[in-house]
T-cell receptor, first 112, second 115 residues
């Protein structure tokens, strides 16, 4: 079966660092995505990993270990506006890469 | 440039009624996707259009759902008749390439409530 797990909720303090984990078990692997979604808004693309290692993009970084079926999203210097849901999604097949398999999302609350 | 827009943003209908959701993709995007998130669960793929053709509708839950994309521009998703379990948020996304999903953009979704 296809399964993606991520924590339901996390809380962190403004200015701090938070790591959101995602583990996956899928029939294939063609890349892992992280999306940010504010309530009532569209999911927006944050990062994409297809090879092992760390991808850094400003305050956000994403890590992938294919052998462990594991990824994390690292948010540094947290701001209040980072309060949102963070969705982990896997593209299992190259020939149908749009058939993303999503986790249920992690709601992050950033407190002053 | 306008993003992916969906209409309506919210819809409340009674069980047995019909609802039509609309998605306007980003201009020039041949690929259009529908996803949905039923209450408490994860977002799931429904179908994929390339221009006006249904490329993959393997995620459509049953024949009460009908998607169209006449002329290869906007798309509609009709639910007829609606059932309680159809409640959720329906997302549309579009991209130029179906292989480069890092360039796919989502709409804000239509929240459908069937009562």
């Amino acid at each position: 079966g296809q399964n993606i797990d991520q924590p339901t909720e996390m809380t962190a303090t403004e200015g701090a660092i938070v790591q959101i984990n995602c583990t996956y078990q899928t029939s294939g692997f063609n890349g892992l995505f992280w999306y940010q979604q504010h309530a009532g808004e569209a999911p927006t693309f944050l990062s994409y990993n297809v090879l092992d290692g760390l991808e850094e993009k400003g305050r956000f970084s994403s890590f992938l270990s294919r052998s462990k079926g594991y990824s994390y999203l690292l948010l540094k210097e947290l701001q209040m506006k980072d309060s949102a849901s963070y969705l982990c999604a896997v593209s299992p097949r190259m020939d149908s890469s749009y058939k993303l398999i999503f986790g249920s999302g992690t709601r992050l609350l950033v407190r002053p | 440039e306008a993003g992916v827009t969906q209409f309506p943003s919210h819809s409340v209908i009674e069980k047995g009624q019909t609802v039509t959701l609309r998605c306007d993709p980003i201009s020039g995007h041949d690929n259009l996707y529908w996803y949905r998130r039923v209450m408490g669960k994860e977002i799931k793929f429904l179908l994929h259009f390339v221009k006006e053709s249904k490329q993959d509708e393997s995620g459509m839950p049953n024949n009460r759902f009908l998607a169209e994309r006449t002329g290869g521009t906007y798309s509609t998703l009709k639910v007829q008749p609606a059932e309680l379990e159809d409640s959720g948020v329906y997302f549309c996304a579009s991209s130029q390439s179906s292989r480069v999903l890092t360039e796919a953009f989502f709409g804000q979704g239509t929240r459908l409530t069937v009562v």
